[in-house]
């Protein structure tokens, strides 16, 4: 299926039965690794918001949820700067922390948020990301544990993740069509 958003067509990656599916794995998998722990969910917005919500349907452990707002895109494009938003709202000293993405990309925001939280000398920390673009990945960051896609070095949209704002609201996740630049 095709689509157009803005100035730009996209192209269906991935459908939401195939993304609920993968959820519901990686849901009973963290109900056995922080069985008897009391994990604190950190979404990453804006892009996380629909995948946190539908992987905390699948959590049956005890938890808590919070917030931070980062971003470092602009349009279509990572412009490596990281714009802090709304900073961490909660004490997590000793709190077994999982960092909930969207997508990791360069993983420059992965690496800034790791470190602003070893400042609150958490128990543990690790990422839980649902989409992962392995070719981009210039960090190499231990704490990505829990991966929904791997997927192409790609432009993405749908399923929270916008362009210029536009289209969080897809149900599927769809990929920039290539354009060939001419010569
Ligand atoms: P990183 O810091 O890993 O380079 O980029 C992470 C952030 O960039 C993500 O949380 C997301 O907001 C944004 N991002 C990276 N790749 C994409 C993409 O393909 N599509 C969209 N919409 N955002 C992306």
């Known amino acids: 299926m095709h689509i157009q958003i803005d100035d730009k067509d996209f192209d269906l990656l991935l459908e939401y039965d195939q993304i609920k599916k993968r959820i519901r794995l990686i849901g009973i998998q963290l109900n056995v690794d922080y069985d008897n722990r009391v994990p604190?969910?950190?979404g990453v917005l804006n892009g996380s918001f629909i995948f946190l919500a539908d992987l905390m349907k699948e959590v049956s452990i005890?938890?808590?949820v919070t917030f931070v707002k980062v971003s470092s895109y602009d349009g279509d494009m990572n412009t490596g700067e990281i714009k802090k938003g709304i900073g961490l709202q909660m004490d997590l000293k000793d709190r077994d922390v999982i960092i909930v993405e969207d997508i990791v990309d360069t993983g420059a925001t992965l690496?800034?948020?790791?470190d602003l939280i070893h400042e609150q000398s958490p128990a543990s920390i690790c990422v839980c990301t649902l989409l992962l673009k392995p070719k981009s990945l210039k960090?190499?960051?231990q704490e990505i544990t829990y991966v929904g896609f791997e997927i192409p070095d790609?432009?993405?949209v749908g399923y929270g993740l916008d362009y210029n704002g536009l289209g969080r609201n897809l149900k599927d996740i769809y990929r920039a069509r290539y354009v060939?630049?001419?010569t």
Do not use: A, H, Q, W
């Open 154 to 156: 790609e432009f993405v």
């Open 111 to 114: 690496r800034y948020l790791i």
């Open 180 to 182: 060939p630049t001419e």
């Open 139 to 141: 960090e190499d960051i």
């Open 40 to 42: 604190v969910f950190i």
């Open 62 to 64: 005890s938890s808590e």
